[in-house]
């Protein structure tokens, strides 16, 4: 589960204060975290649209379950200071999200009981700062993650920009 909850949250790059760690961003790209080439999978997709200078709004496309599978659709505010992109997971962004069961986009009702159960599920990490430094390995490139300036040992993760066109998609 700390995959899907960090899949939530904003990355952080390098301590390198000049570099924006979402540049491929801007050119349409998005990030396939544990990619699959040869499937074109991703356990889950994160976009970003600037909203200012140093501000973006980060969708999340995660795999809760691969039973049916339950894919979780979010937006959360992040912000870049001094070289990385940090966010809260919130709760009313985890109500507000939308989930699809089998390829099926739940109604807000149907969805409802679902989310709540997300949420409760996370109130342990509900507004703690995360975030997540890229780093270039001979694998490619590695997420790390803070909560609250603290690594999280085990959850790194493997990152790949895609172009949409490229066909990756959350799948289990």
């Known amino acids: 589960m700390l995959f899907a909850l960090l899949a939530l949250t904003a990355s952080t790059a390098s301590a390198d204060t000049s570099m924006n760690p979402l540049q491929e961003a801007r050119n349409g790209s998005v990030q396939c975290y544990q990619p699959d080439d040869q499937q074109r999978t991703c356990r889950s997709i994160a976009s970003y649209v600037p909203t200012g ?31 990385a992109v940090c966010g809260f997971i919130r709760a009313e962004d985890v109500r507000a999200g939308k989930l699809h069961v089998a390829g099926r986009l739940l109604t807000d009702a149907e969805a409802a009981p679902m989310l709540g159960q997300v949420v409760q599920s996370m109130s342990g990490i509900m507004g703690q700062e995360i975030c997540t430094s890229y780093v270039q390995t001979a694998d490619g490139l590695t997420a790390k993650a803070t909560m609250n300036g603290v690594y999280q040992a085990g959850a790194d993760q493997r990152v790949k920009w895609v172009q949409p066109a490229d066909g990756y998609s959350v799948t289990p």
């Not at 339950?70 to 200071?81: A, H």
Request: no cysteine.
């Open 53 to 83: 200078e140093t501000t973006y709004a980060n969708k999340a496309v995660v795999l809760l379950s691969p039973n049916g599978p339950v894919i979780l659709e979010t937006i959360t505010p992040v912000t870049i200071r001094a070289g």
